[in-house]
């Protein structure tokens, strides 16, 4: 791999029980330390991209439906823009997260079903998502204009080719990163409550 950064935030593929365990708790505690080390009450957009007819490409929209109940207005919002994540910057704006997690298929020469998680990502990195034109844009966009921070979330694809399913590897990270989200998305809205007590008279 030759884009910096990553060999500290790659979860190799293993559909082991003893994978999906630890991964998902791992992703989880980074993600949550980073959505609480700066402020007590974090806001966050998760933006899941994906076509649902172009196999692995679904991995967006199939975890967008599978957390998407968790949603909470003001908190946590879940968004499915499909491939068109441009669309969505008006809602983004008038959100003012202080976090959006972008949840894609990501081209990084991996093995399908690798996990890739990065902090503010650079923008050569987020131009290996299989949308990069326009997600590259809209990454410019949010951090000039509404300067919410970006955490990319996201999975080596082993086929995005027209009419196929999602792969089992890529299934099997999907269920580690829809656990893991579940988790952080638990643990904002606990971290918001237990600010709202402590300042109460």
């Known amino acids: 791999m030759d884009i910096k950064g990553f060999e500290k935030t790659l979860f190799k593929s293993n ?3 003893t994978f999906l365990s630890c991964v998902w708790r791992k992703i989880s505690k980074a993600i949550g330390d980073e959505l609480t080390k700066e402020t007590k009450k974090p806001s966050v957009v998760i933006l899941c991209i994906g076509n649902e007819e172009r196999g692995d490409d679904a991995f967006g ?3 967008a439906k599978n957390i998407k109940r968790l949603k909470k207005k003001g ?5 499915d823009c499909g491939t068109v994540p441009e669309n969505y910057t008006d809602v983004i704006r008038r959100i003012k997260p202080t976090h959006v997690i972008i949840v894609d ?18 923008i050569s990195e987020v131009s290996i998502s299989t949308h990069k034109p326009s997600l590259t844009l809209l990454t410019k ?8 921070k970006i955490i990319l979330l996201g999975v080596q694809p082993k086929s995005i080719e027209w009419g196929l ?3 089992d590897e890529v299934v099997a990270a999907s269920n580690v990163v829809i656990k893991a989200l579940k988790s ?3 643990r904002v809205r606990r971290t918001v409550i237990e600010q ?3 300042v109460s008279p």
């Not at 908190?75 to 968004?79: A, F, G, K, Y």
């Not at 298929?105 to 650079?122: N, W, Y």
């Not at 966009?141 to 919410?148: C, D, E, N, R």
């Open 105 to 122: 298929a990501v081209d990084f020469k991996g093995s399908p079903g690798d996990i890739i998680l990065s902090f503010e990502p650079t």
């Open 61 to 63: 929209p199939h975890v």
């Open 196 to 198: 709202s007590q402590a």
């Open 165 to 167: 399913s999602m792969s």
């Open 141 to 148: 966009f949010i951090q000039s204009t509404i300067g919410s």
């Open 15 to 17: 559909q082991s029980r």
């Open 184 to 186: 952080v998305i638990r």
């Open 75 to 79: 908190l946590v919002e879940i968004i």
